[in-house]
T-cell receptor, first 109, second 113 residues
Framework: KQEVTQIPAALSVPEGENLVLNCSFTDSAIYNLQWFRQDPGKGLTSLLLIQSSQREQTSGRLNASLDKSSGRSTLYIAASQPGDSATYLCAVGDYKLSFGAGTTVTVRA | NAGVTQTPKFQVLKTGQSMTLQCAQDMNHEYMSWYRQDPGMGLRLIHYSVGAGITDQGEVPNGYNVSRSTTEDFPLRLLSAAPSQTSVYFC????????????FGPGTRLLVL
């Protein structure tokens, strides 16, 4: 059974600081790894999808890396803004996803 | 496109009552899934479907039924609600099996008293 862990559970940074969010998984035989954003009381929005053959994906200020051999992914958010405050979820799998519990980020103005 | 829609947004049930959570998508996606989200835990897969007429169990299927008569709709039925089913329920869909982004609905908050 795939286990996905996200550490830390919560993170608070001043505006402008770079964010580093970690995700680890136990089974390296994965199809994809996705990073989602969840705002309080809302659904999930996909940020980045890394296919198993890829090592990283970038979108604007976001960059996600994937190291299957070590079972790790890292989401980098450059120059954080208060609007980046949300919970970030990591998930692995195909159409059946295994999720981590998330990292709740607060960016202080 | 409306994307993935879910109704109701919020529901209160008494123990033993039954209800159906509705999910619909207008993107012609073959793959649809139901997850529940509990505090401090990641989302957990309840049931999924790979096309009309085809469903299967996920990680936590007990107490829930699903059916998929059309590509667009994937309702989740609670047979006899229990307090342990108090949770936020999310429906998701994707076009293909892999290499595809999953789209999530806004969720249904369920409270079972």
């Amino acid at each position: 059974k795939q286990e996905v862990t996200q550490i830390p559970a919560a993170l608070s940074v001043p505006e402008g600081e770079n964010l580093v969010l970690n995700c680890s998984f136990t089974d390296s035989a994965i199809y994809n790894l996705q990073w989602f954003r969840q705002d309080p009381g809302k659904g999930l929005t996909s940020l980045l999808l890394i296919q198993s053959s890829q090592r990283e994906q970038t979108s604007g200020r976001l960059n996600a890396s994937l190291d299957k051999s070590s079972g790790r992914s890292t989401l980098y958010i450059a120059a954080s803004q208060p609007g980046d405050s949300a919970t970030y979820l990591c998930a692995v799998g195909d159409y059946k996803l295994s999720f981590g519990a998330g990292t709740t980020v607060t960016v202080r103005a | 496109n409306a994307g993935v829609t879910q109704t109701p947004k919020f529901q209160v049930l008494k123990t033993g009552q039954s209800m159906t959570l509705q999910c619909a998508q207008d993107m012609n996606h073959e793959y649809m899934s139901w997850y529940r989200q509990d505090p401090g835990m990641g989302l957990r897969l309840i049931h999924y479907s790979v096309g009309a007429g085809i469903t299967d169990q996920g990680e936590v299927p007990n107490g829930y039924n699903v059916s998929r008569s059309t590509t667009e709709d994937f309702p989740l039925r609670l047979l006899s609600a229990a307090p342990s089913q108090t949770s936020v329920y999310f429906c998701a869909s994707s076009f293909g099996r892999a290499q595809e982004t999953q789209y999530f609905g806004p969720g249904t908050r369920l409270l079972v008293l």
